[in-house]
């Protein structure tokens, strides 16, 4: 089993949509959970951080499950700017590996006029 | 500016020819790390380092060295480049590693 996992799509939705990807991991001991968003192999750049109680920002919400080990972006209103990667990291969770990042290959959605 | 950067951008070379890939942020950013992104792999941490002189093993460090002698300088050492180490190489840093990372624009290497 893969350490982070995500469905790699590609998800095609309308303008104005609302879609959602999963992400899974499986170091319970994870601490540190973020969603990354990645341009046509451009630099991955910081969409948010995810934090236990959840968080918003804007369109874009960001949930964590530590029981069932998943975390969740929901994008809603989507725009044409929307289309990219989105890639899932987590850390590696225990003392001796707490600097070490783990990325899922990344969800492609594309959003259509 | 706040930034990363790499250099080269784009290197093509041939198995054996030793290479260093430099990595350089302005950010005095403690975290650095280097990551390969290869098609349906996604990112993969290759070393990273938490300061200076202190660096570890990621989850595909095989064929690479890293040093970390201060602390704004992180590059790539590839001592003996084979055909599999064709990949987009990322650098990153961050003020510790549960925050948010900084990329550089990538290099592209092509081991022939």
């Known amino acids: 089993r893969k350490e982070v996992e995500q469905d790699p799509g590609p998800f095609n939705v309308p303008e104005g949509a609302t879609v959602a990807f999963n992400c899974t991991y499986s170091?319970?001991?994870?601490?540190?959970f973020f969603w990354y968003r990645q341009d046509c192999r451009k630099e991955p750049k910081l969409l948010m951080s995810?934090?236990?109680s959840g968080n918003e920002d804007g369109r874009f919400t960001a949930q964590l499950n530590r029981a069932s080990q998943y975390i969740s972006l929901l994008i809603r209103d989507s725009k044409l700017s929307d289309s990219a990667t989105y890639l899932c990291?987590?850390?590696?969770?225990?003392?001796?590996?707490?600097?070490?990042?783990?990325f899922g290959q990344g969800t492609t959605l594309q959003v259509k006029p | 500016e706040a930034q990363v950067t790499q250099n080269p951008r784009y290197l093509i070379t041939v198995t054996g020819k030793k290479l260093t890939v430099t990595c350089s942020q302005n950010?005095?950013?403690?975290?650095m790390s280097w990551y390969r992104q290869d098609p349906g792999l996604g990112l993969r941490q290759i070393y990273y380092?938490?300061?200076?002189?202190?660096?570890d093993k990621g989850d595909v460090p095989e064929g690479y060295k890293v040093s970390r002698k201060e602390k704004r300088n992180f590059p790539l050492i590839l001592e003996s480049p084979s055909p599999n180490q064709t990949s987009l190489y990322f650098c990153?840093?961050?003020?510790?590693?549960?925050?948010?990372?900084?990329f550089g624009p990538g290099t592209r290497l092509t081991v022939l």
């Open positions: 950010m005095n950013h403690e975290y």
């Open positions: 995810v934090y236990s």
């Open positions: 990153a840093s961050s003020s510790t590693d549960y925050n948010e990372q900084f």
């Open positions: 990291v987590v850390n590696g969770g225990d003392s001796s590996n707490t600097g070490k990042l783990i």
């Open positions: 170091n319970s001991a994870s601490q540190s």
């Open positions: 380092s938490m300061n200076v002189e202190v660096t």
